[in-house]
Every structure is written in C-alpha cells, then in structure tokens.
C-alpha cells in the first residue's frame, strides 16, 4: 500500500513539475534569444551609423577599420553589403565549429542605396545562460521531488499503519490464531474510528462464537445421559410392547440412536474448533488398511466390499485421530449410497501441489456439481436421502480436515458415484 501511495503521489509531482518547469525553460530560452537579438541590432545599427560616416568623407579605409576593430572585439564577423545584396566587405570568418547569430541592418536608413550592415556573434554567451537556467530548474525540481518523496513516505506511513494493522488483526480473526485487536495508532481520524469499531466487533464476534461453542458443549455433554438413560428405558420396553407397538418401538429406538450420534458428532465438532493439538507424522495407507478391515464386516452384510489400495506408507501430517474420524465418516457415507455387489475403495497418493490426497470412493448415484458443495456444509441433506442420517458427517470431515492443514472436495466418480478426495500436508517419516 506505501509503495501504491507512493507511486501515486510521485507521479502527481512529476507531472505537476513537468507541466510547470518545461514551458518555464522554453519561455526563458525564447525571451533571453529575442534580447540578444535586440541588443545585436541595436550593436550593429551603432555600427552602421560610424560606417555610414566614414562613408560620407570616402574614407573607405576607416570604415573598414571600424568593422574590424568592431569585428574582433566581438570575436564575430561584420560584412558590408550594396544595395544589390552583393558583398563589398567582410572581416573574415570567425573561429571554426562556432555558433553565430546575426542581425542585418541597413548602413543609413534614409539612403536605402548605401546597403546594409551584418553583425555576426558567437552565441556561446546565450546558450551558456539557457544552459545554466535549465540545470537551476534540474536542481530545483530533483529537490522539489526529494522533499516530495520525504512527505508522501511520511504521509504514506501514516495512512498505511492503522490499516497494515488491520490486515493483521482481521487475519488473525479470520484464521482464529489470537486475539484479533488492532492496537491504538496514529493515523486519520477515520482509520482511528474504523480500527475502534473493528475492536467492538471483533470482541463482540469472540464472545459470541465462545457463547455457542460453550453451549453446544455442555448441551451435547447434559444430553448425553438423558439419552442415554430414555434407549435404556425403551429396551426394557419391549417384553412389555404388544406385537401391534413393536414397529413404533423400534422407530423410537431408531431415533434415539439418531440424536446420539448427532449429540456426538456436534460435540466432536465442538472439540475440534477448541482444540490445539500439534500434528504429528500418520501413516495415511496403513490407517487406511486398518479401517478397511474394521469396516469389511458391516459392509459385507450389506453385499458391498472396501478395500484400500494402497502402495506403502504414504506420511501425512495430521493431529491425532483425525484421520480415523475421517475415514470413518466417508466410510460410512459411501454404505449408506453404495448398491449391493459394489466395492468401497480406498486410495493414497501424491498430489501435484507435493499435498497428500486420500481419495473415498463409492460406486452410488453420486450428486449434481451444485449439491457436492452444498453436501459440506453442516446439516445439508441430499433430496431423497434414506432416514437415520443428520447431514453432520461431511462437516466434520471439512473441519477435521482444515484443523490439519489441508481441505476436502467431492469429485465425481467414473462411471457413478462420489469421490470424496482429502488433502493433507505431506510428513517426513518419524525417527
């Protein structure tokens, strides 16, 4: 932003100094050779006049005398022409490789046939004027320009303090890595009150984020026994319940195991967004094999196989049991959409960014481009989706997945179905 700043308001010197000091240069130039030339015509009309005398007595000797007496204190040149244009006289040239400016008059106005008078002088004494007015304005623009540049770095600053802290305080908002505060600073009054009303919303935004996090947590935390305490009652229901109730009975049992794992997973959800676990080297593929094998036998009663591809260790960088949660929520996504006779694969490989991508893949109906998106956000459900679900578990894997570093899409399988892809930070292996 000061290099912006500063790029701006230089070029408005520039141009303000371009605009005011080259007319001025030429204005001078111009002025200062229109005075040499009256002061060489009125030289040259002295001349003419001593000329035109010594003409009047015929001493041609000494008006050409004078011409060369005039002629070398000028170090120049002074030539007599006729009436005719035709030369009479000349002092001779001056010195080689020189400048002249001359002016033309004639020897006595009222006897236009007695001819004219040339006066040529070196201009060198012109040009070495315009030449030092010219460096005066170099010198007094470059210094105008210094003390421009002192006042617009000054100036720049000034400005771009408050909002270089800003930037800071709503990054660090943004990525929850501190207290977002912008510390008092000098800048414009507006910038003062904009960083004032940033505080108050940012203090106002963490007390409300903390509020929520605080009262999912202990939700979820005073929920758990009471559900857990109502399953354990309809169990014991059921040598109670005619045959007619037992339908109902097991609906209710269904969705007591619903809202326990919904408590569950807005607890984890909850956990993640407080938690500051440093990550730590996974080895993605052989969780990979290890949660397969885990999965194998429920998905085998549904008809479906899972099975992990994968070529050795593949390290990743991850915090502690993310990577299992997250295999397990894209695990348990794809058997819910996977049709008998299907097969669940697991993969781990490079990316081309040098990230890690663990890629989830069923062989279901898939989703449209516009729903693979909205499937990440927390309690979306596709149109037609089976009962049982609570439309958390993508979520969680997102968050799981950011908390590591790294972030999760949903591409489109071939020749049907999802392929839900996680990306994690590459790890050496450990010592």
């Known amino acids: 932003m000061i290099r912006?700043?500063?790029?701006?308001h230089l070029t408005?010197?520039?141009?303000?100094?371009?605009?005011?000091?080259?007319?001025?240069?030429?204005?001078?130039?111009?002025?200062?050779?229109?005075?040499?030339?009256?002061?060489?015509?009125?030289?040259?009309?002295?001349?003419?006049?001593?000329?035109?005398?010594?003409?009047?007595?015929?001493?041609?000797?000494?008006a050409h005398q004078i011409a060369r007496a005039s002629a070398a204190r000028w170090r120049g040149r002074v030539e007599l022409f006729d009436a005719t244009g035709r030369g009479v006289f000349s002092t001779g040239p001056p010195e080689a490789g020189v400048s002249l400016m001359s002016a033309q008059v004639p020897v006595n106005p009222g006897k236009p046939g007695l001819g004219t008078v040339r006066v040529s002088?070196?201009?060198?004494?012109?040009?070495?004027?315009?030449?030092?007015?010219w460096a005066l304005l170099a010198v007094a623009s470059v210094a105008v320009l210094a003390v421009s540049v002192?006042?617009?770095y000054a100036l720049a600053t000034w400005i771009g303090k408050p909002v270089r802290l800003l930037e800071h305080a709503t990054r660090r908002l943004a990525d929850d890595t501190g207290p977002a505060v912008v510390p008092g600073a000098a800048g414009p009054p507006e910038l003062r009150r904009l960083a004032e009303t940033f505080n108050r919303t940012a203090a106002r935004l963490h007390s409300v984020l903390e509020a929520r996090g605080s009262f999912v947590e202990h939700a979820s935390h005073q929920l758990k026994s009471p559900l857990a305490a109502l399953r354990l009652r309809l169990e014991n229901l059921e040598p109670d319940v005619a045959p007619a109730g037992a339908a109902n009975l097991e609906a209710a049992l269904g969705e007591t195991e619903?809202?326990?794992?919904?408590?569950?997973?807005?607890?984890?959800?909850?956990?993640?967004?407080?938690r500051e676990e440093t990550p730590e080297p996974v080895d993605?593929?052989?969780?990979?094999?290890?949660r397969a094998e885990i999965w194998q036998p429920l998905a085998a009663e549904r008809g479906v196989s899972v099975h992990a591809r994968t070529p050795g260790p593949v390290w990743v960088s991850a915090v502690s049991g993310s990577v299992e949660q997250i295999l397990d929520n894209l695990i348990s996504n794809a058997l819910n959409v996977a049709p008998p006779g299907s097969e669940i694969t697991?993969?781990?490989?490079?990316?081309?960014?040098?990230?890690?991508?663990?890629?989830?893949?069923?062989?279901?109906?898939?989703?449209?481009a516009g729903q693979r998106e909205q499937a990440l956000e927390p309690f979306w459900r596709a149109p037609g989706a089976p009962k049982g679900g609570s439309g958390l578990g993508l979520a969680l894997v997102r968050k799981l997945a950011e908390a590591d570093g790294g972030d999760v899409r949903l591409d489109p399988a071939a020749p049907t179905g999802i392929d839900a892809v996680v990306t994690f930070p590459s790890s050496p292996p450990p010592a």
């Open 284 to 290: 993605l593929a052989g969780e990979a094999v290890e």
């Open 121 to 133: 002088v070196p201009s060198a004494t012109l040009l070495d004027q315009v030449q030092q007015f």
């Open 12 to 62: 408005l010197v520039l141009l303000v100094l371009a605009a005011l000091a080259i007319p001025l240069g030429y204005v001078f130039q111009s002025s200062e050779q229109q005075q040499a030339l009256r002061q060489l015509e009125r030289e040259a009309e002295v001349l003419a006049s001593y000329i035109d005398a010594e003409l009047d007595e015929a001493d041609t000797d000494g």
């Open 4 to 8: 912006r700043l500063l790029l701006s």
């Open 258 to 274: 619903r809202l326990d794992k919904l408590v569950n997973t807005l607890l984890d959800l909850t956990l993640i967004e407080r």
């Open 150 to 152: 002192a006042v617009a």
């Open 346 to 368: 697991l993969t781990a490989a490079s990316a081309a960014d040098g990230r890690i991508e663990l890629h989830v893949i069923d062989a279901g109906p898939g989703l449209p």
